[in-house]
């Protein structure tokens, strides 16, 4: 089993920063062995991928965040980051930290098997 725990939301003003963090609890497999990713859901919206990463740290990036957000991983220290940079109003969502092990065949999409609970990051102007 994994445990996601995500932190680090909160207010920002629109062209600000922001550092998310998800923290991994993981039984079997050591962290490097999941492919892990950030999802996004805006009220009255469908919960949509933001950044990617795979096992070996390779990231991909929705349109909408690309050239502004980077995700990175630490996997010693079992955590996933997302870096916010030159933020808008469009981000305001709740963040959700997910992850699957590599070779499930759920690391393309929203199909992975582990969720975290979300945290709130609200852009204003």
């Known amino acids: 089993q994994v445990q996601l725990v995500e932190s680090g939301g909160g207010s920002v003003l629109a062209g600000g920063s922001m550092t998310l963090s998800c923290a991994a609890s993981?039984?079997?497999?050591?962290?490097?062995?999941?492919?892990m990713a950030w999802f996004r859901q805006a009220p009255g919206k469908e919960r949509e991928g933001v950044a990617f990463?795979?096992?070996?740290?390779?990231?991909t990036y929705a349109d909408s965040v690309k050239g502004r957000f980077t995700i990175s991983r630490d996997n010693a220290k079992n955590i996933l980051y997302l870096q916010m940079n030159n933020t808008n109003a469009e981000d305001t969502a709740m963040y959700f930290c997910?992850?699957?092990?590599?070779?499930?065949?759920?690391?393309?999409?929203?199909?992975?098997?582990?969720w975290g609970q979300g945290t709130q990051v609200t852009v204003s102007s």
């Open positions: 997910a992850a699957d092990l590599y070779w499930s065949g759920r690391c393309k999409g929203s199909l992975y098997s582990y």
């Open positions: 993981t039984s079997r497999y050591p962290t490097s062995a999941y492919c």
């Open positions: 990463s795979d096992s070996k740290g390779r990231a």
